[in-house]
């Protein structure tokens, strides 16, 4: 499970379908109607949160917010809508390790993709993301 604190627009096609249906099974786990994925470090940031299920509703948004811009057919009703605003915080350093492992990805997988991105100095957050000073985060696993 990949829970991208890079902006959703970054990704391919492959990679913004694989988030929405990793989001909405994280979704499921923090509801708990899932068994699978308890314990899988990336839920930590959500579980952690004052407002676990309304970050992952926001987060969700950013992602079906992007799939509209490109024309795809994300099912609305998959997330309850947010009026809150909230955030969640990000590391510069998780950002940036984040960054890098999509590059490499894209590279192989899309690389018109890759092309569109890659002089991208200061990468975006997804919109429920707030960057701060730091390191990668402890609940990354280093691939």
């Known amino acids: 499970m990949r829970l991208w604190s890079l902006h959703p ?3 391919d ?3 913004l379908v ?3 249906r990793e989001a909405l099974l994280a979704q499921a786990v923090l509801r708990g109607e899932t068994r699978g994925y308890r314990n899988h470090p990336q839920l930590d940031r959500f579980r952690n949160h004052r407002a ?4 992952m509703s926001l ?4 992602i079906y917010s ?3 811009v490109r024309g795809y057919n994300f099912d609305r009703s998959k997330f309850r809508i ?4 909230l955030t969640l915080p990000v590391t510069s ?3 940036e390790y984040e960054w890098h492992h999509l590059m490499e990805k894209l590279r192989t997988r899309s690389p018109e993709t890759y092309q569109m991105w890659r002089k991208t100095k200061s990468p975006e957050a997804h919109p429920l993301m707030e960057v701060y000073q730091g390191d990668v985060e402890p609940w990354e696993r280093k691939t």
């Open 9 to 11: 627009k970054y990704l």
């Open 13 to 15: 096609r492959q990679g």
């Open 18 to 20: 694989a988030l929405w």
């Open 52 to 55: 676990p299920l309304t970050a």
């Open 59 to 62: 987060y969700l948004s950013g």
């Open 66 to 68: 992007e799939a509209m």
């Open 82 to 85: 947010v009026r809150k605003h």
């Open 93 to 95: 350093g998780q950002l």
